[in-house]
């Protein structure tokens, strides 16, 4: 449970998803959908579920009258403040962080709205109180993908970003981090590190999910230091590294000059040890390390931590086929069905589903589905219409789109107020916004947009 005041969250919402352009034109990143839910529904219930009540929500200013909208007919418990930003978009985490800063009264948890999981993140929150954290970051397994799961669009043979995460074997401590892409072959190690912390794994295969405790420090240091844009990118990796040094300690000499000494930007000026929690460590025979038998930390007061989640999976819908995979797995991660139990499917009281043969598949709000046709694992958004003798697989198709009479969507993304024309088969392909597609066409493992669309100006 999350005592009021004691912390506050933050879902950053601003990003415009560069790497999904197929998807986001016209439509925020955190309002496409996931099984009919917007992005953002998953980070705030993954917060109300772990006992939070309210949340501020950071979305560019553009867009903040439709993503209000979109949250207040959720029906979440925790009450989301939407904050807009100018041109979020094109700032970083830590920027959006920055300008929100004189909200944030306490400890912070911040949560990126494309983390998609069903989690309880109190044992984070615990590790984080049990060693007054810098920051603890929550780190998950990355899901198998199904055997069968195709992307749609061409053939994408880019490899994800990777992660290096150093975290000791005893404490969850972070004492490395790094990407993948900065390392060649080797990973050299800093002497210091290895001297100070010599029992620990460094994993390149887990999941940053960007959900971060913080502490009120920290945004206290990033207000002052505009240095950093990015939280995952630039500061953490900063602040893990600072972990390894000791505050400089300024002789008090009456003959040498302080016009050239500025510590404003110092971070040890902001990480300050609260008074009683100096005294507990002194009094204390714990420590987090084998290599010596100084006081419980080393006199550390920036610490980092990881809370590894084992057993369940989460991921990041940053990506075009991180996005579709969470449309393939959300059913399993979001619905409890008996064993055994055949997959069922979610219908709208508000649509009309005339035809017998739906399975596995959510159907919105004021959808249409006629007679003579056959759904099966798909998500039908609201205002959607598909016409008799239309069979629809293992797709995703948004609002407010028609599809015709004798047409075949197999594992496909059909985005928002697009037109299907009759007897049109399309497979592993993703239509773009208020795209068109030709009576009787054929196409497979295609865009189909307005290259116009994709160009950001």
Excluded at 14 to 26: I, P, Q
Excluded at 40 to 47: A, Q
Excluded at 429 to 450: F, K, Q
């Amino acid at each position: 449970m999350v005592h009021k005041n004691e912390f506050q969250a933050v879902v950053l919402a601003g990003g415009k998803g560069s790497r999904m352009t197929e998807l986001t034109v016209g439509t925020p990143k955190c309002l496409l959908p996931i099984a009919n839910m917007p992005m953002v529904w998953y980070p705030l219930k993954l917060l109300e579920q772990s006992g939070f009540a309210e949340a501020i929500v950071v979305v560019s200013e553009a867009v903040k009258t439709d993503v209000t909208a979109a949250l207040d007919k959720c029906n979440l418990n925790i009450k989301p403040e939407v904050v807009g930003v100018l041109d979020a978009e094109d700032i970083g985490t830590a920027d959006s962080l920055r300008v929100i800063h004189d909200r944030i009264k306490s400890d912070l948890v911040v949560v990126s709205t494309d983390f998609i999981a069903n989690i309880d993140i109190s044992e984070t929150l615990n590790l984080y109180r049990k060693h007054n954290a810098s920051i603890t970051a929550l780190i998950v397994q990355t899901p198998k993908a199904p055997e069968d799961f195709v992307q749609p669009g061409p053939k994408n043979k880019q490899k994800p970003e990777r992660d290096l995460i150093g975290i000791d074997n005893e404490t969850g401590r972070i004492v490395f981090l790094a990407s993948a892409s900065d390392f060649e072959d080797n990973v050299t190690m800093p002497a210091r590190l290895l001297k100070k912390h010599s029992n620990f794994t460094v994993f390149s295969k887990l999941l940053d999910a960007h959900l971060y405790v913080i502490n009120k420090w920290v945004l206290d240091f990033l207000v002052h230091n505009k240095n950093f844009s990015t939280l995952k990118g630039e500061l953490l990796p900063y602040i893990v590294k600072k972990q390894l040094e000791k505050p400089k300690i300024v002789k008090d000499d009456k003959n040498a000059s302080v016009v050239k000494l500025d510590t404003r930007k110092d971070i040890f000026r902001f990480a300050v040890e609260k008074p009683f929690n100096e005294s507990i460590m002194r009094m204390s025979a714990y420590n987090d390390h084998e290599t010596n038998l100084n006081g419980a930390y080393n006199g550390d007061v920036i610490k980092c931590y990881a809370q590894i989640v084992s057993g369940k999976y989460g991921l990041r819908a940053n990506t075009l086929q991180m996005y579709y995979l969470a449309n393939a797995l959300i059913h399993d991660w979001f619905e409890l069905r008996k064993e055994g139990e055949l997959p069922c499917s979610s219908i709208s009281p508000g649509a009309t589903v005339k035809s017998t043969q739906v399975q596995n598949c959510r159907i919105d709000d004021n959808a249409m589905v006629s007679e003579k046709t056959s759904l099966k694992s798909s998500c039908i958004g609201c205002n959607v219409t598909v016409e008799p003798k239309t069979r629809i697989t293992k797709s995703v198709i948004m609002s407010n789109v028609t599809i015709k009479q004798m047409c075949v969507i197999e594992n496909c993304i059909i985005c928002n107020n697009c037109v299907i024309n009759e007897g049109s088969q399309l497979k592993d392909c993703i239509v773009g916004a208020n795209h068109e597609v030709s009576a009787n066409s054929n196409h497979y493992r295609e865009i189909l947009t307005d290259d116009s669309r994709l160009i950001e100006y």
